[in-house]
């Protein structure tokens, strides 16, 4: 071969490996860090893993905010109009934040299937859901059998 | 050769890239197609908000095309579309309220300071008719024809640009089926 | 004057437009220079409908006319007039409108300062940015007119400004973002002219510096100001969140600063021809793709604005247009291009070629993070989100690879630098650096009660001390030799830039590391110590304002039993649209910031209260404007102003490519 091709073929070839490790090592990262957004049903169904970083979001179940007293520690209720997730958070909640409102929570679930939570997100701007949320509530409503054992309790409130 | 064919590289990844960004407008997180749409509106019977001894049913919905808009003194989107109402009711088209899960006195007040475009409102203080609507949240919007059928239904802010895209031609037709008979 | 002025205004403009976009054109083709010549004024003309909208939209906000809609969504008669004009760009219509503008401004700007470059190639710039201004003024009429009225029933007030964007920081981030955004349209288009004109010479690189610089010194300003608005007003102490809004500026400044590095080599030595023409049509694609994303809705983030399909369409269709035919022409033209020259393996062309893969290495994982939850979306791969620790696991070790390059690059030679000499130049740096950066540690350790020894602030205080060092002793050496003055102003330029980066990776590595929070319970008269700070919870008052309710408290800060400052953070509940407002109290340092948010009440006197000391965090944006400045200063190299008259272009080999057709 020509000396000149040689030496070409064989940057050809460093630019293929290297690009090639690169985009595996991204791939394989963003699989590690991208969190998984699951519904308050699915997480009732055991589809959603235990001690992984996820997302979930809801609706602020009205009355189920708690504070531990003397502490920052919280416990919500989310839910998607078909299940409920308990959150347990500590730390200071955002400003936007309130029963009736959406929230989507980052955290990983313990083994009694409480989020525990380690960001929480909320936001109400005029029409605002945040997308996640809307989506969840729709999937619960395609289920007519699972919205019938909905507690009592309004999901979507002052 | 070969280098002519790395110079088209840059357009080729694009054409692969842009379908992607295509589908994921197509994806509109916002959208939430109704339940109801196609159905009958759920039987109730609940008092009217301003005349407590009043009871009103789904055949007081009947006989004229309708729109239903779920609203709340809570509901802070509810203030922003509220002049939109107005100026619709001026303009002769039948509104029912129907005030989710709130207090009588606020909610009358609410009205008598924005002004009042429902023809009367619903008082659903415990969101039963809510429920059975599948209500995500207030500020929503249905369009019932003369029978009483939902045919469509809207999520969020009702304003110029929601109605002129999604009600007004809606509207028009329904109107244009109850007169032609 | 009435928003219907504007309303045509706009019309006129978009009509000039189309002819800018088509007439210089068409006579680059018939080699008709009357034609030519109609760009610059076109252009100009152009500019002062635009701008006359603009002022009649203000007009609108200045006079309260709550009959156009958009005044009446973000402005209220009670705003303070500052905001008003503010309020103009807060959101999307008008914030487009700008846009426009400062598109209009720009190519005005060429019009103007292009006098000495030949004319077809001045008439092929115009006319690219023009079809760039048509783009977006149809955008702007067919889909967000700002001027729409709400008649015959106009509201009594409006519904005011978000109090997040009441702020100093709206009035300045946005401005200053779009003269870079936009700004990188110009690159774009002298690219473009170059690709049709098949001149890729290095009189065309020295044409196109300027101009890119400005633009990036822009960008930076735009996103330092961003960086630092978030951090002050959010209230919570964060100054960059990975955002894909924050990305979608990230990438364009990203390859921009690649572009700014390889138009240099293209100037000075004639090689990465190619390269930088892909990288000009690159930067204004990827603020294209910025303004995409931010527009269209498809992403969730804390920016973005309301979000409408149709706008996404028309975008995306313009975008698709812009870019796809911008690289089907550098498919069909790029064999044309020929770089000249080799250069060694030690040589500043080779560090140039390192410093580029490593910035587009970056911009393509940002764009991958950003990108791959809409990707995964499309394909139903379920909802993801990517969160930081991806970003920083890419971005840090890449910066690092950078700061590492850049401290070598600054005493390196173009073509070939001799390797033993070079070695003999960073030597002392090198051994300074790491001798400062391994040593102290050990004393910051017990400075900030952080436990032991921080591994990582060493390697942060290495790489900034090689770059501040390698880039200090160079300029000893240089300036060792008697000749101050006769170095060029793009050398203190660039030696200010660098150190800019610099402590800008001082700034974040040590907040980062040394910064303490804590999020804590405090009653009436509790103390919290954090890094050597008593922090006491003292006073708790409300008071009025025209517009909020305020609950304001009082903490006092002592060091070592001496009163060092009172910090007064605020709780704000505005009236008009219910907002809650965490105004954090701030005392601003060189090497520290302190910093307290209040959460929320918690019974009669406590709240939940966030403490922060934040060490050097001043730096990230000090660095920022040092870098700004960096680039104004080799802006500012006389090269540039060197006046030479047309006619030596038109015979010259630069002029080549005049009157071919």
């Known amino acids: 071969m ?21 985009i595996g090592l991204v791939v394989y990262t963003l699989r590690q860090n991208a969190n998984y957004f699951y519904t308050p049903s699915q997480i009732a169904s055991g589809v959603a893993p235990l001690g992984v970083a996820l997302r979930a979001g809801g609706m602020v179940t009205k009355g189920s905010l708690h504070r531990i007293a003397d502490s920052l ?19 200071i909640l955002p400003d936007l934040f309130a029963e009736g409102q959406a929230a989507v929570v980052t955290g990983k679930l313990d083994d009694q299937s409480i989020m525990r939570a380690t960001q929480v997100l909320a936001k109400h701007d005029e029409n ?31 | 050769m070969s280098n002519r064919l790395v110079l088209f590289a840059p357009l080729l990844v694009f054409t692969v890239f842009a379908p992607v960004l295509w589908l994921a407008l197509e994806r509109d997180p916002q959208e939430l197609p109704s339940a109801r749409e196609g159905q009958l509106f759920p039987d109730f019977s609940l008092s009217q908000l301003v005349d407590a001894s009043k009871t009103l049913q789904a055949e007081d919905l009947r006989g004229e095309v309708t729109l239903v808009n779920v609203w709340a003194t809570w509901c802070y989107a509810c203030t922003l579309e509220h002049p939109m109402l107005n100026e619709l009711a001026t303009e002769g088209i039948k509104i029912v ?70 009600f007004a031609s809606r509207y028009t037709e329904l109107v244009l089926a109850e007169e032609n008979g | ?96 409108l700008l846009w426009s503008l400062v598109l209009a401004l720009w190519s005005a700007a060429v019009a103007v300062f292009s006098k000495t470059l030949p004319l077809v190639f001045v008439a092929r710039v115009l006319s690219v940015l023009g079809m760039i201004a048509v783009g977006f003024g149809l955008f702007i009429l067919l889909t967000s007119n700002p001027f729409e009225r709400t008649l015959p029933f106009p509201p009594m007030d409006g519904s005011d400004l978000n109090p997040l964007l009441q702020d100093i920081g709206l009035i300045l981030h946005p401005p200053f973002l779009y003269m870079g955004y936009v700004g990188l349209s110009v690159p774009f288009a002298f690219a473009i002219a170059a690709l049709l004109g098949q001149q890729f010479d290095s009189a065309w690189a020295r044409w196109c510096r300027p101009w890119i610089n400005i633009a990036w010194v822009f960008l930076t300003v735009g996103i330092t100001l961003g960086s630092w608005w978030a951090y002050y007003e959010l209230g919570w102490g964060g100054w960059w969140f990975w955002d894909p809004v924050e990305n979608a500026s990230l990438m364009p400044w990203l390859t921009a600063t690649a572009l700014v590095h390889s138009v240099a080599a293209t100037e000075k030595r004639g090689v990465f021809r190619s390269w930088t023409l892909l990288l000009a049509i690159f930067a204004f694609s990827l603020s294209l793709l910025g303004t995409f994303l931010v527009r269209s809705g498809v992403l969730t983030s804390v920016h973005a604005f309301a979000s409408d399909p149709e706008r996404g369409e028309f975008i995306l269709l313009f975008l698709c247009l812009v870019i796809g035919s911008s690289f089907l022409l550098f498919a069909l033209r790029g064999p044309a291009i020929r770089s000249r020259t080799g250069f060694s393996g030690v040589s500043r062309e080779t560090l140039l070629l390192v410093n580029n893969l490593i910035l587009i290495t970056s911009t393509a994982m940002i764009l991958l993070g950003t990108l ?38 600054v005493s390196s030679r173009w073509r070939h630098t001799d390797p033993s000499g070079l070695r003999q130049k960073i030597k002392l740096p090198l051994i300074a650096s790491i001798l400062l950066g391994v040593l102290l540690p050990v004393p910051m350790a017990s400075w900030y009660d952080n436990s032991g020894y921080a591994p990582s602030a060493a390697v942060t205080l290495i790489f900034t001390f090689w770059v501040l060092g390698a880039s200090l002793h160079d300029a000893l050496i240089k300036t060792a030799s008697g000749n101050l003055m006769k170095l060029p102003a793009s ?15 001082l700034g974040v590595g040590l907040s980062t590391i040394y910064g303490v929070q804590r999020d804590i319970r405090m009653d009436l008269g509790d103390s919290i110590i954090l890094a050597g700070y008593r922090f006491e919870f003292r006073d708790i008052r409300q008071f009025n304002q025209p517009n909020y309710v305020a609950t304001q408290a009082e903490f006092a800060v002592y060091v070592g039993g001496v009163l060092e400052r009172t910090l007064s953070p605020e709780k704000r509940h505005y009236h008009a649209g219910g907002e809650v ?20 009440p918690l019974g009669s006197s406590s709240w939940s209260v966030r403490v922060q000391v934040k060490p050097f965090v001043r730096c990230i944006w000090l660095g920022g404007l040092l870098v700004a400045l960096g680039g104004i200063l080799a802006t500012a190299d006389k090269r540039y102003r060197r006046r030479r008259s047309p006619k030596q272009l038109f015979t010259g080999s630069s002029g080549r490519a005049s009157y071919e057709k």
């Open chain 1, 2 to 22: 020509h000396p000149v091709r040689k030496q070409r073929l064989q940057w050809i070839l460093l630019i293929l490996v290297a690009t090639s490790i690169g």
């Open chain 1, 73 to 91: 520690e919280v416990s919500f209720d989310v839910s998607d109009g078909a299940a409920r997730l308990r959150v347990h958070f500590t730390g």
């Open chain 1, 128 to 158: 605002y859901m945040p997308p996640e949320v809307a989506d969840a509530m729709l999937e619960a409503y395609k289920r007519p059998d699972e919205r019938a054992r909905v507690d009592e309790e309004p999901y979507y409130e002052p």
């Open chain 2, 97 to 166: 309220g129907l005030n989710y899960k709130d207090d009588r006195a606020a909610a009358i007040q609410w009205l008598e300071r924005r002004g009042d475009p429902y023809a009367f409102t619903i008082f659903d203080e415990h969101g039963s008719l809510g429920l059975d609507l599948g209500v995500y949240g207030a500020p929503e919007t249905y369009l019932l024809d003369a029978k009483g059928m939902v045919q469509y239904r809207r999520v969020g802010v009702l304003d110029e640009r929601v109605w002129r895209d999604d």
């Open chain 3, 1 to 96: 004057m009435s928003p219907e002025f504007g309303h045509v205004a706009l019309i006129v403009g978009l009509c000039l437009a189309v002819i800018q976009s088509a007439v210089p054109m068409c006579g680059t083709y018939f080699g008709a220079p009357r034609w030519m010549h109609m760009g610059r004024s076109l252009a100009l003309g152009h500019a002062v409908f635009v701008m006359l909208a603009f002022i009649s939209l203000t007009a609108a906000f200045l006079t309260d006319d709550f009959s156009v809609r958009y005044v009446a969504q973000h402005s209220n008669s009670l705003l303070p007039t500052q905001y008003k004009v503010s309020a103009v760009w807060s959101a999307h219509e008008g914030s487009l």
């Open chain 3, 372 to 409: 791959y939850p809409l990707i995964a979306d499309a394909l139903d791969w379920g909802k993801i989100s990517v969160g930081p620790p991806y970003f920083n696991f890419f971005f840090v070790p890449l910066s690092l690879l950078l700061l590492a390059s850049l401290g070598v690059s």
């Open chain 3, 491 to 505: 050398y203190w330029g660039m030696l200010c830039a660098h150190c800019g980066i610099a402590i800008c990776a």
């Open chain 3, 581 to 600: 407002m965490t105004e954090a109290g701030i005392d601003a340092g060189l090497t520290r910031d302190l910093y307290v948010s209040l959460g929320e």
